[in-house]
């Protein structure tokens, strides 16, 4: 069997990878390490600087208190015992406070999205519903409270959020899809 051939077809014939035509998700580890990547080019993960944000997540320890969480020292929202989430209206308009977001509701199952870029509006929606999730907008004058939990799934929920990261990946990555991914 001669495995030169094995190697070249699973390289694509030219022996090393493909240029920077199918990249994977996300930033390369090695690239913000000491030393970089070794593979240069050739590396199918982003070669980006990594932009990291801080989440705080208050009360998530006291059993009889709601929930407060702040994204890089703004209040982004409070998970409530009754099974609300309230969005603060004075959330940034940002891609980092909006990708952070988007990890931290994953505990309630509600996503984030918006339309014409990230600066617009941005709406709410029930993250395992799919396409033709109902959505409600978040204002920007007053907190927007959606229903998102039954009150008794409160310990469960406080669960998930004490599995949550403090420190969140937030680099986008170059080609990241622009509709409020
Ligand atoms: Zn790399």
Redesign the pocket.
């Known amino acids: 069997m001669d495995t030169g051939v094995w190697e070249g077809a699973r390289w694509g014939g030219a022996g090393l990878p493909a240029r920077r035509t199918g990249y994977r998700r996300g930033v390369?580890r090695?690239?913000n390490e000491a030393g970089g990547?070794q593979?240069g080019d050739h590396?199918l993960?982003h070669?980006v600087p990594e932009q990291v944000a801080q989440a705080q997540y208050m009360g998530v320890d006291d059993e009889q208190s709601d929930i407060h969480v702040d994204i890089d020292g703004a209040s982004a929202l409070t998970i409530r015992r009754d099974g609300t989430v309230q969005f603060s209206h004075s959330i940034p308009r940002v891609w980092e406070h909006f990708r952070a977001l988007n990890i931290v509701l994953r505990a309630v199952d509600l996503r984030v999205r918006y339309k014409q870029g990230v600066q617009g509006d941005w709406t709410v929606e029930r993250n395992s519903a799919g396409r033709g999730a109902m959505k409600t907008l978040i204002a920007l004058e007053s907190c927007t409270s959606v229903l998102a939990f039954e009150s008794t799934d409160f310990g469960a929920v406080r669960e998930r959020v004490r599995a949550l990261p403090t420190r969140i990946q937030v680099t986008r990555v170059p080609n990241a899809p622009g509709k409020g991914a």
């Open positions: 390369c090695h690239y990547c593979r590396c993960y070669h």
